[in-house]
T-cell receptor, first 114, second 111 residues
C-alpha cells in the first residue's frame, strides 16, 4: 500500500526566506509523485510532478522538488518566499501516471510574514 | 486549459435529505474522481469513474453513491445526508498520462 507523510502541518517563514516543505512516501513500486497547492476557497492546482524522467523537477511559481529514492522523499522548495505563496500544500503519490486515484498527505499550511 | 466545474460553491442541507453534487469537465477526459477534504485529514477518495457508467469505490464510499451517464458529468449523491458528511467535496478529472485537474470545491453543510 502507498502512503504519504507530510512533516509539519504548519510552516511559517518570512518573506524572502527559503521555503522547505517535507514529504516522505511509501510505495512498493516506482512512484509517481505530485505537489498541489490550494489557495483559500479554491480547488487544488498542480505545482509539479515527478514521473521518473528527472529527479529534480521544476514547477510553477518558482517551486521545485527533488526525488530522493534512498530517502523516500520528495521535498518541495522555493529559494525566496513571497506573500502570495501563503496557502495549503499537498503531496500525493500514485503507482501510475494516470488512471488511478492519488494518495494525499494531510497537507502543510504555509504562512509568510512580512 | 482544462475546466472542471462544480455546480455549487456552498450548499446547506438538512439531515435525511438526498443531496446531489454535480461536476462537469470540458476536456473529454476518461477519468473522474470525487474526494472529500477535512482539516487534518487531507483528501480522501470517495469514488472514481474511468468511463461512462463505470465506477469504482474509493476509501470512504459509505453513505455515498455516484452516477456517470455522460462522459463529461460525474455526480456524487448523498442518499440520506448526515451531519458527519459536512465537508468540502472536490471533483477532479484526468486525461491519458495527464495529472488530475480539480474543480473549486463544494463546501457542504448538513444541519
Amino acid at each position: 500500500a502507498q502512503s504519504v507523510t507530510q512533516l509539519g502541518s504548519h510552516v511559517s517563514v518570512s518573506e524572502g526566506a527559503l521555503v522547505l516543505l517535507r514529504c516522505n512516501y511509501s510505495s512498493s513500486v516506482p512512484p509517481y509523485l505530485f505537489w498541489y497547492v490550494q489557495y483559500p476557497n479554491q480547488g487544488l492546482q498542480l505545482l509539479l510532478k515527478y514521473t521518473s524522467a528527472a529527479t529534480l523537477v521544476k514547477g510553477i511559481n518558482g517551486f521545485e522538488a527533488e526525488f530522493k529514492k534512498s530517502e523516500t522523499s520528495f521535498h518541495l522548495t522555493k529559494p525566496s518566499a513571497h506573500m502570495s505563496d501563503a496557502a495549503e500544500y499537498f503531496c500525493a503519490v500514485s503507482d501510475q501516471q494516470a488512471g488511478t486515484a492519488l494518495i494525499f498527505g494531510k497537507g502543510t499550511t504555509l504562512s509568510v510574514s512580512s | 486549459d482544462v475546466k472542471v466545474t462544480q455546480s455549487s460553491r456552498y450548499l446547506v442541507k438538512r439531515t435525511g435529505e438526498k443531496v446531489f453534487l454535480e461536476c462537469v469537465q470540458d476536456m473529454d477526459h476518461e477519468n473522474m474522481f470525487w474526494y472529500r477534504q477535512d482539516p487534518g485529514l487531507g483528501l480522501r477518495l470517495i469514488y472514481f469513474s474511468y468511463d461512462v457508467k463505470m465506477k469504482e469505490k474509493g476509501d470512504i464510499p459509505e453513505g455515498y453513491s455516484v452516477s456517470r451517464e455522460k462522459k463529461e458529468r460525474f455526480s456524487l449523491i448523498l442518499e440520506s445526508a448526515s451531519t458527519n458528511q459536512t465537508s468540502m467535496y472536490l471533483c477532479a478529472s484526468e486525461g491519458a498520462n495527464q495529472p488530475q485537474h480539480f474543480g473549486d470545491g463544494t463546501r457542504l453543510s448538513i444541519l
